[in-house]
């Protein structure tokens, strides 16, 4: 006897449109003559700001001037010479323990010009929740590392993928952050660190 199941499934296989070749991903695509400053604005646009510097002690001095610095109580850092932190996240064996972090400063691999977005991955995060348990995330992305557009980018990534000698075939996570996490209802009422940090910084490190 035929279940419904079978039934259904049999249903879907006889009415399966007919396959359809990939578009062509070859354009001239929008590019920018200075992706740092358009970076800059697309990422001020959704919520986020930028600190532009020499070095890492040149934004590290940049980021105290921060509110979020003057009163803040806990301090995650992955990125040497920023900032000092007061966790140690090595010491900390459980994802649960991320809690209460207040600022997580954390490197980025690369930045998007067209939407103000920066990938980050797993790589030397013991806890890669802490992008998004953290009050106040801090992404330092090299300066020279801004390209212009989605396109350009999971090309960068797919090409890593067969690279296995590429810094980006290494890690088990990835994904692109743009802006601080926020959400809408329908009634157009915003909440900013609805799911995860309530501001996202970006600093770009010139050396």
């Known amino acids: 006897m035929t279940s419904s199941k079978s039934e259904i499934l049999s249903a879907i296989r006889r009415n399966r449109p007919s396959a359809a070749e990939l578009p062509e991903l070859v354009h001239d695509w929008t590019t920018y003559p200075d992706r740092r400053a358009q970076f800059i604005e697309i990422l001020k646009?959704?919520?986020?700001?930028?600190?532009?510097?020499?070095?890492?002690?040149?934004?590290?001095?940049?980021?105290?001037?921060?509110?979020?610095?003057?009163?803040?109580?806990?301090?995650?850092?992955?990125?040497?010479?920023?900032?000092?932190?007061?966790?140690?996240?090595?010491?900390?064996?459980?994802?649960?323990?991320?809690?209460?972090?207040?600022?997580?400063?954390?490197?980025?691999?690369?930045?998007?010009?067209?939407?103000?977005?920066?990938?980050?991955?797993?790589?030397?995060?013991?806890?890669r929740v802490l992008y998004f348990l953290c009050q106040h995330l801090v992404l330092v992305v090299p300066a020279d590392q801004i390209i212009d557009h989605m396109h350009a980018a999971y090309e960068r990534l797919a090409g890593a993928g067969q690279n296995g000698s590429?810094?980006?075939?290494?890690?088990?996570?990835?994904?692109?952050?743009?802006?601080?996490?926020?959400?809408?209802?329908?009634?157009?009422?915003?909440?900013?660190?609805?799911?995860g940090a309530r501001s996202l910084t970006v600093c770009l490190v010139s050396k």
């Open 45 to 127: 646009f959704v919520g986020g700001s930028a600190i532009v510097g020499s070095n890492f002690n040149a934004v590290g001095e940049q980021l105290r001037q921060l509110p979020i610095f003057t009163a803040t109580a806990r301090i995650a850092s992955l990125v040497p010479n920023v900032c000092v932190p007061n966790v140690d996240l090595a010491a900390l064996a459980t994802p649960h323990a991320l809690d209460d972090i207040d600022i997580a400063v954390l490197p980025g691999e690369f930045a998007v010009a067209e939407n103000g977005a920066i990938w980050v991955t797993d790589r030397d995060i013991r806890h």
């Open 166 to 195: 590429s810094i980006f075939s290494t890690p088990q996570f990835g994904v692109f952050i743009s802006g601080p996490s926020k959400t809408a209802d329908i009634e157009q009422s915003l909440v900013i660190g609805a799911h």
